[in-house]
């Protein structure tokens, strides 16, 4: 069974222990997708933070909404520095998501080796290009 170590506000992924499937199920979400989790036995729905202002990734960590705060709260005053339950709420019905086998590169048909190595290839020429030259520091600054 998963646990989570109470540090915080809001529920680091890097503190979740036991269950790594869980863990990259909420590392897959998206920035303020929601998802409901039951810690403590107490059923919640939390949303993943928002992306960090300088870098753009998504902030590894959930915070509680609506009347999951005040559970929270509760769990954060009586368990700090603890480890407690966690669980995603219909935990049954993701595992056939997350629990995925993972395809080997020997195991892939000759077919899906040639598709794989094109398409690796054509990343060489995606992204932005300029076909002039930039000109002097000044210049691209638009200094005088």
Do not use: C
């Amino acid at each position: 069974m998963a646990k989570v170590e109470v540090k915080d506000n809001s529920i680091w992924i890097k503190h979740i222990v036991g269950d790594d499937s869980l863990r990259r199920r909420l590392e897959a979400l998206r920035p303020s997708e929601t998802i409901t989790l039951v810690i403590e036995g107490r059923e919640g729905l939390w949303q993943r933070m928002g992306a960090y202002r300088t870098t753009g990734y998504a902030t590894p960590g959930l915070t509680p909404i609506g009347p999951a705060k005040d559970q929270w709260r509760a769990i954060y005053l009586g368990h700090r520095g603890s480890l407690v339950d966690i669980t995603l709420k219909s935990d049954n019905d993701m595992r056939s998501l997350i629990d995925e086998p993972e395809l080997k590169w020997e195991q892939a048909s000759e077919g899906d080796r040639t598709a794989a190595w094109t398409a690796f290839r054509a990343l060489r020429t995606e992204g932005w290009r300029s076909g002039a030259p930039y000109g002097s520091r000044d210049e691209l600054h638009e200094r005088d």
